[in-house]
């Protein structure tokens, strides 16, 4: 089926083309940027289709064992951005790209039998692709830890290793989380790094 797309995406744009998001199956997104790479030079669009980002900003996952690991989290899972001008052709591309399930954009209705319309992509605002990879660039890395309040936890290190608890506050930005830890027969409330306490599994 071909779209039908707005003829102002010329001109300007078209030499430098415009970013677009599209949606694809969860966790394929690298799989997608390969192939839709590898498509591009088969199917001689280069000059249209001009670059695949995965917006990835850095953080830090905890091991079990209290080890760091550095991981990259995507900004958007299930959304690779593409950077394209918008004809039949590129379209077609990209959407048969396999994993590739849609742009995103306006859905525009059949006036006609049941089912969906197609998705008229629209192109991200030049501020709005701005924030993205503004977001990705300054970001310091996060540390991620597999910890959720109600989560029981024994303590490691530090003063109360060996206590155990249970997690009442998690605070990824500061590397650190509340637990009550029950201390003389009462529940009392302690800060602790993420490095001191390991989940019970």
């Known amino acids: 089926m071909e779209a039908e797309f707005d003829s102002s995406d ?4 078209a030499v430098k083309g415009r970013w677009y998001a599209v949606q694809v199956a969860s966790g394929c997104e690298k ?5 839709l790479e590898q498509r591009i030079k088969t ?3 280069a000059n249209r289709v001009f670059q695949i980002e995965i917006p990835q900003t850095p953080a830090v996952k905890l091991r079990k064992d209290g080890s760091r690991q ?4 995507k900004v958007f899972p299930g959304y690779v951005l593409v950077k394209m001008v918008m004809d039949d052709e590129a ?3 990209v959407k048969n790209t396999p994993h590739v399930i849609n742009f995103v954009g306006a859905e525009q209705r059949r006036h006609y039998g049941r089912g969906r ?3 008229k992509p629209m192109p991200l605002s030049p501020s709005e692709v701005e924030r993205i990879f503004k977001q990705t660039q300054e970001q310091k890395a996060v540390v991620k830890v597999d910890m959720a309040p109600g989560d029981k936890i024994v303590v490691l290190s530090g003063p109360f290793k060996d206590f155990e608890g249970e997690v009442i506050e998690v605070s990824p930005e500061r590397s650190k989380l509340k637990a009550l830890l029950s201390i003389f027969g009462r529940d009392t409330p302690v800060e602790l790094e993420f490095n001191q306490v390991q989940k019970e599994s």
Not at 10 to 13: A, D, F, K, P, Q
Not at 31 to 35: E, M, P, Q, T, W
């Open 70 to 73: 550095n991981i990259d989290e």
């Open 43 to 45: 199917l001689d669009v």
């Open 91 to 93: 379209w077609s591309v």
């Open 31 to 35: 799989r997608v940027k390969l192939n």
């Open 117 to 119: 319309g197609h998705v």
């Open 10 to 13: 010329e001109g300007v744009s």
